[in-house]
């Protein structure tokens, strides 16, 4: 896996991954960026969601599960300090389908958690708090 992140100016950098997409980040006004993009730690913290989001969903379809929608609402907590490191990471999932048993929703995240999402079980062993939750929405 590879990257590149290019400098633009002031705050604001161009990252590109190894398949070719690309993404802006940028930082507050006051540490000389013009919010132009995402903070880098917000990415840090999206890629644990998508990450763990491309699982569950996976899973609960490869059980043939009827899912119409899943959304990933994260919630996390930073030290005080510098470094200003993620202590805690909370992943509420929201998943909608058809005549979807909770069971399965719930064996899909704690798969996921436990086995198959490489960002947060590599962040919990550096030493941050993750947990999951969810809820199923019938649709």
């Known amino acids: 896996m590879q990257a590149t992140i290019?400098?633009?100016?002031?705050?604001?950098?161009?990252?590109?991954s190894g398949s070719g997409h690309t993404v802006v980040m940028d930082?507050?006004?006051?540490?000389?960026?013009?919010n132009l993009g995402v903070r880098p730690m917000e990415m840090l913290l999206m890629g644990v969601g998508g990450c763990s989001s491309?699982?569950?969903v996976d899973i609960l379809?490869?059980?043939?599960?009827?899912?119409?929608?899943?959304?990933?609402?994260l919630?996390?907590?930073?030290?005080?300090?510098v470094p200003a490191v993620f202590t805690?990471?909370?992943?509420?999932?929201k998943v909608t389908g058809k005549n979807l048993p909770a069971s399965a929703v719930e064996r899909?995240?704690?798969?996921s958690a436990e086995k198959y999402c490489s960002a947060?079980?590599?962040?919990?062993?550096?030493?941050?708090?993750?947990?999951?939750?969810?809820?199923?929405?019938e649709g």
């Open 6 to 16: 290019k400098w633009v100016d002031g705050r604001l950098f161009v990252g590109e």
């Open 27 to 34: 930082g507050p006004p006051d540490h000389g960026g013009r």
């Open 54 to 56: 491309f699982d569950v």
């Open 61 to 73: 379809q490869k059980g043939r599960h009827d899912i119409v929608h899943c959304s990933a609402e």
């Open 75 to 81: 919630t996390a907590e930073r030290a005080d300090a």
């Open 88 to 93: 805690k990471i909370h992943l509420h999932f």
């Open 108 to 111: 899909a995240v704690k798969l």
């Open 120 to 137: 947060s079980i590599m962040l919990g062993k550096a030493g941050v708090e993750i947990s999951h939750d969810f809820e199923v929405i």
